[in-house]
């Protein structure tokens, strides 16, 4: 496949796997998805609907599916996974059917991904204990348990304090499997802070060089290192029953360079001199405690509930990847996984089932490597940005707009139109099942009540794909006065007629505790969208922190996350 661009896909990331993502074209892969451990998946706005988007992959008819799919529709593709998928069927499918469903779709996603791995390549599952235990029996079905590497544990955040009947939960895991035997490897080091260094370095030269004393004894039997050696202060010393860890050759050019520590008895053992300056620090174990979460004032803090810090991803990708690699994270959420590969000069691929985290990423990236850093303007960094990023599943144009919104090819993406459309004003999608009363999504509006408090209203948005009327705005006002709402946002593929706009012209305008007046129903239209030209929007976004509002002029203000007292 080409990576003369990095890549970012909007949709299913099982659908864009098996369609886009050629086979062995991925160095590394991380993937952190989504399970229902009682984790708050809401993403920035603080509704349950907006987290539909992810239970639309976990859900009973999703999942069913892609088991027909695994034994029946495609079984020799996914043959190896039919083993265990069968016992954990047996095993949870009456005690805990949304957790067999969890691995289901996991393990189809899995077999997946290592089609798409490239013979040297790595994959890291990010995972926490409810569910790491069957995942890593899948990945050994997957992968082959002679291809594990490592279980890694992150203390992912501080201690709790309120824990009575057990034990703190502060951990993460992170399963470590390569496709073959010979993988990408970067040893990561660990520096040492100043005082663990004196502790391990206890000892100083005369030129005030630190060094610790370390074995020459050789880990395994090994005849042909097995010789006595008369070392430059005239004794002869005797190896291990094992024998060195060094030929002679090797051996006396530690002596020559004064690097052998004699023992005090010539009967002691003689070992070697390591020198603090000379060590890229400590090999890294797989305990990981010294990578903290992302504060409340950390710059890299998007208000995302489940964003890594890039410091995590930093040691991941630099160890199993080299520059120029590709990296692939198909459940890539807030984009750190993608952000820190283009900071270390990797290629990539996200992808992700929500258009807000599409966008988020989108942001995040123009704000980080195109805007600010490089001096470039606001048009010249969206250039830079379109000629090295390719975004796929979003509309471009009004032509992609009207494909995405005559797509019916599945439950999954049929509403993926209204689903672009909501997002795109800033709204809340509703995933409700049959008729949507007139309501494809939601907003909360902003507005100041007594005492300075803040006071949030519930709007609706509508979106229609086909040609609109009059009527259609007359309906959709009688849909804002049913939810008590003071306004509401109406999207439209089609132009927007001029007796729709007499419509709203002869209806009362909406006048807000704040002293702003908006029409009662504000019209959106899909070409605004694309060219980026919405009309003044007064509406709650969540961005760079979960306390930050901006509105649609781009100004902002705080609120405490508790109170929502304006500061």
């Known amino acids: 496949m080409s990576m003369d661009k990095n890549l970012l ?85 009456n005690s805990n059917p949304s957790l067999f469903g969890y691995l289901v779709t996991m393990a189809i996603r899995l077999v997946e991904l290592r089609r798409v791995l490239k013979p040297a390549g790595s994959i890291y599952l990010h995972c926490d204990p409810t569910a790491s235990h069957y995942l890593k029996v899948v990945m050994d079905s997957v992968f082959g348990p002679e291809n594990f590497r490592n279980q890694i544990t992150w203390k992912r955040t501080f201690a709790h304090g309120n824990v009575s009947q057990n034990y703190g939960s502060i951990s993460d895991i992170l399963l470590f499997y390569s496709k073959r035997e010979s993988f990408t490897w970067n040893q990561p080091y660990k520096m040492l802070s100043e005082d663990e260094a004196k502790k391990k370095y206890p000892n100083v030269d005369e030129d005030h060089r630190c060094w610790q004393s370390v074995t020459l004894r050789n880990p395994g039997k090994r005849p042909n290192l097995h010789y006595p050696y008369t070392a430059s202060n005239g004794v002869t010393y005797q190896p291990h029953p094992n024998g060195w860890s060094c030929d002679l050759e090797r051996m006396r050019k530690y002596d020559k360079e004064g690097r052998l520590h004699f023992p005090t008895k010539p009967t002691g053992a003689l070992r070697l001199k390591m020198y603090a300056d000379e060590t890229s620090g400590e090999r890294l174990q797989n305990i990981w405690v010294d990578i903290p979460p992302i504060s409340a004032q950390a710059t890299e803090r ?44 990797r290629c990539w691929i996200g992808i992700d089932i929500t258009f807000l985290a599409i966008d988020l990423i989108r942001q995040r990236l123009l704000d980080h490597y195109y805007r600010g850093t490089t001096g470039l303007n606001e048009t010249d960094a969206r250039k830079q940005f379109d000629a090295e990023i390719e975004i796929f599943g979003i509309p471009r144009d009004l032509e992609g707009a ?126 605004d969208i694309i060219d980026g030209k919405l009309p003044k929007l007064p509406i709650r976004r969540a961005t760079k922190r979960a306390n930050r509002v901006v509105d649609s002029d781009g100004q902002t203000e705080l609120f405490d996350e508790e109170t929502e007292e304006k500061t």
Not at 493 to 516: D, F
Request: some cysteine.
């Open 302 to 345: 998007l208000g995302y509930p489940t964003q890594k810090p890039e410091a995590l991803l930093e040691r991941i990708i630099k160890a199993s990847s080299n520059e120029g690699d590709i990296v692939l994270d198909p459940f890539c959420g807030c984009g750190t996984t993608v952000a820190v590969a283009q900071r270390l000069k």
């Open 9 to 93: 896909y909007y949709g299913d990331n099982l659908d864009i796997l098996r369609r886009h993502i050629a086979d062995e074209s991925v160095d590394l892969i991380y993937l952190d998805p989504p399970f229902n451990s009682k984790r708050d998946y809401n993403i920035i706005y603080d509704s349950t609907a907006q987290a539909e988007a992810f239970k639309d992959t976990w859900s009973l008819q999703s999942w069913q599916d892609e088991e027909q799919l695994i034994f029946d529709a495609e079984r020799q593709r996914y043959s190896s996974i039919h083993a265990v998928i069968q016992a954990l069927k047996d095993l949870l499918i």
């Open 402 to 527: 009207r494909q995405l919104a005559t797509k019916t090819t599945g439950d999954r993406v049929r509403k993926e139109f209204e689903k672009w459309a909501v997002f795109s004003v800033g709204g809340v999608y509703s995933e409700v099942k049959g008729a949507d009363m007139g309501m494809d999504g939601y907003f909360y509006l902003n507005d100041i009540g007594e005492h300075n408090k803040v006071k949030r209203v519930k709007c609706p948005i509508q979106v229609k794909s086909g040609q609109v009327h009059a009527k259609d705005i007359r309906e959709f006002m009688n849909v804002i006065d049913r939810e008590k709402a003071p306004l509401g946002i109406f999207v439209t593929l089609e132009p927007a007629t001029s007796n729709m706009n007499s419509e709203i012209i002869k209806a009362p305008k909406a006048r807000l505790e704040m002293g702003q007046e908006y029409d009662k129903v504000i019209i959106v239209q899909v070409q």
